[in-house]
Each structure stands twice: as C-alpha cells, then as structure tokens.
C-alpha cells in the first residue's frame, strides 16, 4: 500500500512539474508579448541598422521606452555576441541589479548565466554571459585597471548619459579614443532629455536616433505656498489622492532613506486611522513601497508586483524613480522639488550630502512618470514662481560641482598626466583638480609634482575611498592589516545598527555592550569580530543584539575581496593582538586630515583645520561616557541639523603632529593656529605653483 502512496506522490510531483512548466510558458509568453508592445520594438530594425552603419550612435527615448531592457537584446540577437559581450553602464547600482534580474528573466536565463551584472564587490557574470550590465564605476575601473581597449566588449551601452555622474564624464572622455582605436567596436548612447545634440557633437556629429514616444498629458498643479515641511505635505497630498481620486497608483518623490521611512510611517499611521474611524464604509487598502538604494533587493522587487485586487500602490522613492527604473500604472505623482547630491563645500574643505531644489527639467521628468499608462497629474509641492525663477533649466554635472579624487587617481593610473589636457564635454573648474589632487598630496598619493606615488599606485587597486584605501595600506607598516581590513570593509556597507524608532532605548542598549570606549572604529571591529567568533550563521544572535545581519554578511564579502587584492599585492595579513592603540595610530596616519579638538560641552569639538565646529553623534561610543578625549579624527562629516563626525576614534595629539605635519605641529595653541593656517596656505600654493611650472614644462617640450 505504501508504495502505491509513493508511486502517487511521484505522479503528483511529476504533474506539478508539468504545470509548473505551462505556467512557465504562459508567463515568457506575456513577457515576450510585453517586450513586443514597447515603443521601441516598432523601430528595433531601424536601430540595428543606424548601428551596424555607424560606431557611435545617440538614442533618445522616453522613459519606459524600453531603451534599458531591449537595445542589449536586440544587440545580442543581431549576433553582437558571436564574438564578443554587450556591456551596459548604468549610473546606479539598484538600476543595474533589478534590469539584469528583468532582462535574464525575459531570454528565459538563469541570473548570472546569459545575463548578469557587476557593481562594487558584487559580480553576477560568469563564462556564459553575454550581456553585462554594470556600474558606470566597474567599467571604468576595468579600463583603466585592466583592459584600456575593452577587447571583451563588442559594444558598449551607456545607458542613462544624461544623468552626467563624474564617471559618464570620465567614460565619454576614454570611451572616445578606444572609438578611434578599435574600429570593430560599437558605443550606443542612451539619454532620455535634451542633452542629446551636446552628445553627438562630442563624439563628432554622430547620429541621432529617436524612439517614438507614447505618452499622455500630465496635468501640473502647484502649491499656493513654499512649503515648511514636505514630508507632511506629501503625505496629506497622499491621503487625498487615495480618498478622493480615481483609481491609479502614487509615486512620491523624497530625497534620502530617512524621509522615506518617516513618509512610509505616517502613511501606514493615517491609512490605520482611516481605517479605525470609518466604520460603515470599506476603505481601500492603500500598499506602501518604499524604494531606495540601500534597500535590501527582494523589498526593491516589490515595487514591481500588481497591487491586490482594488488595492493602490504608494511608491515613495528618491531620485531613483526619476529616470533609472520604471513603474507601470503611475497616475499620480507628489513631487517634493528636492534631491540629494554630493556637493563639495569649500568651506568644510570636503563633498557633502546635501539637499538642493531641482532643475526645471528634473522636474518636467519626474511630472513625466504620471503620464505613461494614462493622463496623469503632478503635485508639486512648491510653488509656479520657484519653478520658473529659482530653479535651473538643467542639473551642474557632478563633474563640476564635487571632489573628483578618485577619478584622478583612476585617470593617472591610465597615463593621463596632465588632467588639463584630458577631454572632458564639461571639464571640471581647474580649482577643483586642484582641490582633489592637493587632497591626494596630503594623502601621500601624489608627489610634489602630481605624479602616483608608489603609496598611490597601490591605492588604486582597492575599490574603495583614497583615506580607506590609505589605511588598508598603512596597516601593514603599523602591523595591523587583519584590523583595519576589518575596519574597513565595515566602512563599506551600510551601517550595521538596527535602530528601530519604536525600540530605540532597548536597541541602544543593546549596542552599548560592544562600545570600546575610546573609538567607534574600534566598537565596528568588537562588533565583527564577535560576530564571527560566535554565531557567525545566527540571524537570532544579530536581533537580539539589533545588528543588521544582512550588513554584516555584506562587510565579511567585502572583507574577503579586500584580502584577495592584499594577497595580489603581497601585504601579509599581519595583526596586533591586544595592542588596539596601534590601530588607533593606523587610523589617525590616513585620516589626520579629519581632525577635531574638543571644545568643551558634551561631544562638542572643533575642526583642527578650518576651526569648524563639529559633534560626536549620541549614538556615538565616545559620545558622554566618562572619557572625554581631547582630539578625535572622523571618517566623514555628515550634515543633518548639525555637523556631526561620523565613526570617531581619539587619538594623541603627538600622533596627528607625526603623520600630518603638512596641518599640525605639537604646540598646536590657538594662536599657533594661525601659523599652521598660514603654513597650509603657503604649501598649498608651493605645490600648485609646481604643478603649473610642471604644465609650462610640458608644453616647451611639446612646442619644441
Ligand atoms: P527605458 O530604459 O526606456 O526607461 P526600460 O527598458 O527600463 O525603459 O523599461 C521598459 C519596460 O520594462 C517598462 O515599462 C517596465 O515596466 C518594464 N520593466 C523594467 N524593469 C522591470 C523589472 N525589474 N520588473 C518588471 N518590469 C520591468
Ligand atoms: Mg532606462
């Protein structure tokens, strides 16, 4: 009998197989259905045909065209990839991820088999794939690091050109002469607004190739008033959208993490109330979906899953609904006007996050989203008058506006000596190369002439921030390397602390146990090292102590790339056992630039250089516990109502005198401060004038 029970079973899993397989089916079958119903099918021919005539070549497409998702698979089927890969550049990690996960699902292929993708420290691909999408900053780094002529790559598609990250600019300015070199290599050039025309004169007037669009009239209404506080604008616009309109699905746009979270809050708050206090009435279930880029990518992939019957979706997203990832059946957006973006602030010496109005066409874009499935309407939550005479036509290309150290570093590895005479469609103010390879100097990257150093060579080969890079690597003249590889790759993720508004006493409690009282630093590698000495596979262990298990798994891979690059580099992996002074020491030698003197008060302190004041943040392990340290150094300054120092360690004012003589020297009084500014000042301008006698040099040779 129970072999007839076994014989069933079999049947029965034989049978599911089956219908798993006609589901399977019928699911391609909508999704090549799908693919066939995007704009840009009814001109794929005529795109392959502008390809195969020309090198370069400028799409335009409106968003959810299906540029992203089709142009690689055209490519592909037209046999691009019998001899070589499709490469696809997006400027952000999220877009790159969740469009190979769409694209390998529609060729009916395992992630990572045809299609994959590679951001920082994640590389999806393997011997089979065809079409890679990527990071702008991974293709850049395989250029310069690895292969200048991209000999894998048949055609490159820089996808999203118009968002003008630091690295499209780098890319044009390379990718250009690899066109000249290599004459069986195609670059396709994606842009979805008017940047268009400025594109294909820099490549040499190439074509221009237009996809049609099909989108419906968004109507735009204003607020009456500038607005205090957004977040509450946005949600109340929110709730009466969901009682009083029609059907049709919200995308809100914020700035950051934090507003997202507190947007999503107070929805589920009202939707709550809305619920309680009608009582006759069935409300209709409101779904709330936030997206950003730090968001694990299974929560990321449920913006993309119908809503239950009736129900309507509330996507609150950054800036990345903007133009990277499309959402079918936006009828309303709320558009908050702002966004965040890495500015550098002469003032604190250094790129700060910050939030800025939009530009007018930033705007025009996100009012676009509403349009697509049907009319739509755009909420802006600022007023007609700031629109017209406040905001700018178009966004400053990042290239202009913040520290570009890592793009020379990248740029002078690849024996573009002299910066000025790089190409750039924008070139950066001459103030900033200076600013960003002054800050090299300081490093120890660059040498008094602006040539790698051997101690920048080796930065190079890390992924990571120059200061970071700079540790990793000082680590093995301190004996520390097992540390601060730790320590850095925890810098890396994002933060491992779980602090739930509603638990915050308990979660900081619970964090308070791993705190080494004199650095943050430090508590990151307690918290590592405890980790994985003990419950290394316990997700019960991190919840208990409110650690972020899915940041830690995140920081052990990072640590094991990090390794492999020291291996390559032959710095052994050598460790101070219980002298952890040593690893403040190794701290302060890469990051004596970010130095604070305590001021008096609790966690208040003053930048060493510029005088600024600077806080440790509450949450903070040298923040009010007994031990106040005189001088601190950071790793980066965030701004929010105040300027607080993220991840403070203390150090010995002898040992900032040591490794930044360039700022301090041990009488470091307030009216020697001045003497040290003056110092500054006069080695900052030695080291430009040399850098300007090393240009007039290379221009007499070149002349003679
Ligand atoms: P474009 O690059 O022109 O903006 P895309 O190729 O990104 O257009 O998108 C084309 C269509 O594919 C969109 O309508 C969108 O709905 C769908 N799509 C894209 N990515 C995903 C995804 N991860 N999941 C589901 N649908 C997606
Ligand atoms: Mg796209």
Redesign the pocket.
């Known amino acids: 009998h129970g072999e007839v029970d076994f014989k069933g079973d079999a049947q029965f899993a034989q049978h599911m197989k089956k219908s798993e397989a006609v589901s399977d089916f019928a699911k391609s079958k909508s999704l090549s259905e799908?693919?066939q119903y995007?704009?840009?099918f009814s001109v794929r021919d005529e795109f392959l045909k502008v390809v195969r005539e020309n090198q370069v070549v400028v799409v335009v497409?409106?968003?959810?065209?299906?540029?992203?998702?089709?142009?690689t698979q055209y490519l592909h089927e037209d046999g691009y990839t019998k001899n070589g890969i499709v490469g696809c550049t997006q400027p952000r990690r999220v877009?790159a991820m969740?469009?190979a996960?769409?694209?390998s699902?529609e060729m009916e292929t395992e992630l990572g088999d045809l299609v994959g993708y590679a951001i920082r420290f994640e590389d999806i691909t393997g011997d089979n794939t065809v079409i890679k999408y990527m990071t702008e900053g991974v293709l850049l780094r395989e250029i310069t690091l690895e292969y200048p002529d991209l000999d894998k790559y048949r055609v490159i598609v820089m996808?999203?050109a118009h968002e003008r990250s630091v690295n499209t600019d780098v890319l044009f300015g390379i990718l250009k002469k690899v066109v000249a070199r290599r004459r069986d290599f195609k670059l396709v050039v994606?842009s979805?607004t008017l940047n268009a025309e400025k594109f294909s004169n820099f490549f040499g007037n190439v074509p221009i190739f237009h996809?049609p669009g099909r989108t419906f009239p968004v109507q735009i209404m204003y607020s009456k008033s500038p607005c205090e506080d957004y977040v509450e604008a946005a949600v109340k616009r929110a709730m009466t959208i969901h009682i009083t309109s029609a059907p049709g699905d919200i995308l809100i746009f914020m700035t950051g993490q934090e507003e997202i979270e507190a947007t999503c809050f107070a929805l589920s708050e009202r939707m709550e109330q809305l619920v309680n206090s009608s009582t006759r009435k069935k409300v209709t279930n409101m779904l709330i979906l936030p997206i950003y880029s730090q968001l694990p990518a299974d929560l990321q992939?449920k913006i993309?899953q119908k809503a239950e019957d009736g129900s309507r979706k509330c996507i609150v997203a950054t800036n990345i609904a903007e133009?990277?990832?499309?959402?079918?059946g936006i009828y309303y957006v709320i558009d908050t006007g702002y966004v965040k973006m890495k500015v550098y602030n002469p003032r604190l010496g250094m790129d700060v996050l910050q939030v800025f109005p939009i530009s007018q066409a930033a705007a025009d874009q996100r009012a676009g989203r509403s349009g697509?499935t049907g009319p739509g309407t755009c909420y802006r939550l600022f007023t007609e008058s700031a629109y017209r005479y406040e905001m700018l036509p178009q966004p400053v290309p990042e290239i202009q506006r913040s520290n570009i150290m890592n793009v020379i570093l990248l740029l002078k590895s690849f024996k573009v000596d002299n910066l000025l005479d790089f190409e750039f469609m924008d070139p950066p103010p001459q103030e900033n190369i200076l600013n960003s390879m002054y800050q090299l100097w300081v490093l120890g990257a660059l040498s008094n002439t602006g040539s790698l150093t051997r101690m920048g060579l080796k930065m190079i080969k890390f992924p990571i921030d120059p200061g970071l890079a700079k540790m990793l690597i000082t680590g093995e003249e301190f004996g520390c390397v097992d540390e601060v590889l730790t320590i850095v790759s925890m810098l890396s993720v994002p933060s491992v602390f779980f602090r739930p508004r509603d638990r915050a006493e308990e979660s900081a409690a619970a964090h308070e146990k791993f705190f080494v009282p004199h650095s943050d630093h430090l508590t990151l590698l307690d918290i590592y090292r405890q980790w994985e000495a003990n419950e290394y596979r316990d997700d019960w262990w991190c919840s208990k102590h409110f650690l972020q298990v899915k940041c830690l798994r995140k920081a052990s891979k990072v640590r094991s790339q990090l390794l492999d690059i020291l291996k390559k580099l032959e710095i052994p992996l050598t460790s101070c056992g219980p002298k952890l002074h040593v690893v403040r020491k190794a701290i302060c030698s890469s990051f004596f630039h970010n130095a604070a003197r305590l001021k008096g008060g609790i966690g208040e302190y003053l930048n060493c250089r510029n005088g600024m004041p600077c806080h440790l943040h509450p949450t903070s392990a040298i923040y009010g516990k007994g031990y106040t340290p005189d001088y601190v150094v950071y790793h980066e300054l965030i701004l929010t109502n105040k300027e607080y120092m993220q991840c403070a360690t203390s150090v010995e004012p002898q040992w900032l005198a040591e490794y930044g003589p360039m700022f301090y020297s041990i009488k470091d009084s307030d009216t020697s401060l001045l003497e040290h500014k003056k110092r500054h000042r006069d080695e900052k301008s030695a080291m430009e004038e040399e850098m300007e006698n090393l240009r007039e040099k290379q221009k007499q040779v070149e002349i003679g």
């Open positions: 799908q693919r995007l704009p840009v497409g409106e968003t959810g065209s299906g540029k992203t998702t089709q142009l877009a969740s469009v996960k769409r694209v699902e996808d999203e994606t979805a996809i992939a993309f133009t990277s990832l499309t959402v079918d697509r």
